[in-house]
C-alpha cells in the first residue's frame, strides 16, 4: 500500500493525501491534529480486513494499536490517508507489457451492514458492469491513473503482463487511486 502511495506521488496520480508511519507515538500524534473520518491501512496483505475506517480518535487509536500489536502479522509501518467521500469501483485492464486493452469495470459490497455501516469484509459479492462508469470518467482513468502507472512501471525497468486491478474511489466523477492489485 505504501509503494503504490510513492508511486501516486512521483508520477502525480490522484489519490488520497497520506503519511506513512513506524510507531504508535508518532501515529497518534498525527491523529491527534487530523480531520475524521480517517482511513488507517495496515501495510501489506490482510485478506482484503486492514481497512479501519475511523470516525473519531478513540476509533483511530485503536486500529493503530491494533495493526502494531500484528493483527495483520508483523507491520514496521502503517498508512494513514485522507477520508474520500464517493463510490468505490473497480476498473481493470490486461497488458502484453507494451499495451493494454480495457477489460471494463466492477462494484463489490465491502462493508458488513446495511448503508455501508460495518467493517471491511474482505468483500460479499460484486457486479458487473459498476453503474458509475461513463465515456468522460474512463477517459480520466485511463489518463490519469492508467498511462501514468504504466509509464511508472516501464521507467523501473520492469516487465509487466497481465491483469491490472485499478480500485478507485469515485468522487463527482473524478477517479481516485486507491489500491492495485495485480
Not at 44 to 52: F, I, N, P, S
Not at 59 to 87: P, R, T, Y
Not at 138 to 147: F, G, M
Amino acid at each position: 500500500k505504501i509503494f503504490t502511495k510513492q508511486l501516486c506521488e512521483k508520477y502525480k496520480i490522484p489519490t488520497a493525501k497520506f503519511g506513512v508511519f513506524e510507531n504508535k507515538n508518532d501515529s497518534k500524534n498525527f491523529l491527534k491534529n487530523s480531520k475524521f473520518p480517517i482511513v488507517i491501512k495496515a501495510d501489506g496483505l490482510a485478506a482484503g480486513k486492514g481497512v479501519y475506517i475511523s470516525k473519531n480518535f478513540s476509533e483511530a487509536k485503536e486500529a493503530v494499536d491494533e495493526i502494531f500489536d500484528g493483527k495483520f502479522g508483523e507491520a514496521k509501518k502503517i498508512l494513514i490517508e485522507e477520508f474520500l467521500n464517493g463510490e468505490e469501483m473497480s476498473f481493470f485492464i490486461i497488458s502484453d507489457g507494451k499495451n493494454f486493452k480495457l477489460f471494463k469495470t466492477a462494484q463489490d459490497h465491502k462493508r458488513v451492514f446495511e448503508g455501508d455501516e460495518g467493517k471491511n469484509t474482505g468483500g460479499m459479492g460484486a457486479y458487473s458492469p459498476s453503474g458509475l462508469i461513463n465515456e468522460t470518467l474512463e477517459r480520466k482513468i485511463i489518463e490519469k491513473i492508467i498511462l501514468p502507472t504504466l509509464i511508472a512501471i516501464k521507467e523501473m525497468g520492469e516487465k509487466y503482463k497481465g491483469f491490472l486491478y485499478a480500485g478507485l474511489m469515485i468522487s463527482d466523477n473524478e477517479p481516485f487511486l486507491i489500491e492495485y492489485n495485480v
